[in-house]
């Protein structure tokens, strides 16, 4: 939200400077992100003098330039060559001198240089209105009034508004802040809490008065609920133009560019007091009637931006007799806006509910500024004061008179809070004992009324714009902030309770597995859990009825939590292939979410992808892409590091894999990995070959509570190798022959590896070589040859039983 330090101290005329008044506002909460200055005029016409023509003569060398003779108040005139088809001797024109900065269309700067123009010395230019930002107008240079004196500096004939505007990153809660009056009365107390006592001057409306009532609309509101206060009158006679310096300036300066003087008033006073309005065509109301109720489902209705929109039968809409004028606090229909040809205007002012225009906004879409402050809660009790200024100031600059009495609508008013407060609570929050004296000013600084004071506490009565403050707890919390969290004293002294936690908690688990993953080559990931229902046609696995959809979904494209890791993980990865970073290794601890009719489930994943060479392109070393062992070794120091040694791995049946295994302990699923299938990947705009792993982390954080750690003493003996390189049927998994291996021998067969893989034409059609390595080691003794050789013929005679192989 943005804030004009000028219009601020039009509130409260604090001498402070925009730097002090920034840490003040950031301590008392409203938090100030940056200041941006701000100038109406860019450049603020530093270096442009008011000169005479003395003299404007063919160029020599041109036809269509102008050689000028330019007074600018000093002894020496200045010879200038100019293009401007109404340059003549005797006007008096700006003039940007040597030296001085201009600004482009596109904003970039450019500096003004003697130089020679076809032959002819030139020492600055005579500005047209655009180029030095007092106008459009490119047709010719700009012509001064006779009566300036030549050397003047531009700056003190034209106003130019230097401000410094305040960007303030305002939490949902602060709905009364959303206004400059709002964060005027923050900074107020603030103020007082350093002995700086400064009134609020808040705009006059004693000048409102109706003329006639020539033109009633009578006000029908027929939800209640939904608007709880309506306000209208009407204004007749305007004239719809450009709005004033000043007020343009004003919106500028905060972000809005102006529109014309009704649209920019209501806008005006929306961010002095926080209380949108809007202005409706008073010849565009039939009947001269306002009805503020719900439509049914599907009817259309059109918007200010051109879009027709199907309303929901609970969006709340400013209608006339016979049709809808304007979705309530979000946005006003194309049919019904003012326009340069508008004379008569119904200005409307209003309090809605503010969960129903939030349920409206995100329905549609929209996200306006009425909208923001509506959702939000505002102040009920200045609808009608805030209606005045806006009338009066619409009178100001557009003329006009009042045609009406001010309707109002308000069957039932909304009361202020009460709240009594005890010292006791407020010591004990707090941690320290404040005055009561202090307490109270700070409160009354705040608008809260002190009704009454006991020896026990105080009895409150809170502002109705105040929404966020309705406990004790939230009126400790503003005494807080007024009077400095930094000036609450710290104890020397801290007391910590030591924490009995188990090294098996989920967060425990997921830093042990991520920094291992970091120092492999990975870079975590966070994507967002609401993706598209597309997904689940792209994918066999995931099933429609299992979605869990979104009942105000922000769009199509977020419309239901998702069913798989996967998918939003390839977004990641097209997103960077897409700008040329094809080396990737992702991981990403999230949930999956699902519908099993009537219950709802979340199930926790660890998801890997690889893609791309294994290490970026160097002299000394091949490049190599990433490959399926890659991933699964990497996988199996994971589950090294959990301790989970015993899994057992199967083919993975899933449309997610055109390769792929399946590891299991037991009947339980630990993870399912191997290469995504090429029609997923076409879908994502992903030409290369990816590998994804989905660990089931419910089952993981499941299986290693049972886990324990096993410490033995390194080996008094030595170890001996022998291999074996057999010749197979491709069917044989080297998993198959671990398992046959350690069933032949379990006291002195302590590891078994596969170190190379051979298939090619050098060996018979559906054979494979496989090069194994044992390692023997017995704990009691030396190994002799004799040992080991009686165990590699069992090993070898089994091979050749079970599985048909033959030694190379």
Known sequence: MKISFNWLKQFINTKWSAEETEVLLTDLGLEVEGIEAFESIKGRLEGLLVGRVESCESHPNADRLKLTKVNIGTDTSLTIVCGAPNVAEGQLVPVATIGTILYDDKGEPWTIKKGKIRGE???????????????GSHDGIMVLEDSLIPGTPLNEVFLVEIDEVFEIGLTPNRADAMSHWGVARDLRAGLIQNEINLPIDTPSVSNFHVENRSNRVSIEVKKSKLAPRYCGVTVSGIEVKESP???????????INPKNTIVDATNYVMHELGQPMHAFDLDKIKDRKIQV??????????TLDGIERELHEDDLMICDSQKPLCIAGVFGGLESGVTKNTSSIFLESAYFNAVSIRKTAKRHGLNTDASFRYERGIDPNITEFALKRAVLLIQEISGGHVTSDVDDFYPKKIEDFQVFLTFDKINHLIGQEIDSGVIKTILTSLDIKVNNVSESGLGLTIPAYRVDVRREVDVIEEILRVYGYNNIESDSKFNVSVANSSPYDDYKVQNKIADQLVSQGFYETMANSLTTKSYVDLIDDLKEEHNVSILNALSSDLGVMRQSMLCSGLESLSYNINRKSTDLKFFEFGKTYHKF???YKELKHLSLFLTGFKSSKSWTRPQETTSFFELKGILASIFEKLGITDLSFQTVESSLFSEGLMGKIEAQTIVEFGRVTPHILKSFDIEQEVLYADVHWDAVLEVIQNHHLKIKDIPKYPSTQRDFALLLDKSVKFDDLKTVAFKTDKTILKEVDLFDVYEGDKLPEEKK??????????????????QVDKVMTKLQNRFETEFGASLR
Do not use: H, Q
């Open 769 to 786: 070589s496989y090069a194994l390595r044992f390692k023997f080691i017995d704990e009691e003794k030396t190994l002799t040859d004799k």
């Open 597 to 599: 009719n009537p219950d």
């Open 293 to 302: 109720k719900t439509l049914k489902s599907g009817t259309k209705f059109t």
């Open 121 to 135: 010395v030139s020492e600055g230019m005579i500005c047209a209105e655009d180029e030095i930002g007092l106008g």
């Open 245 to 255: 310096d000043w007020l343009k300036n004003k919106l500028k300066a905060i972000g």
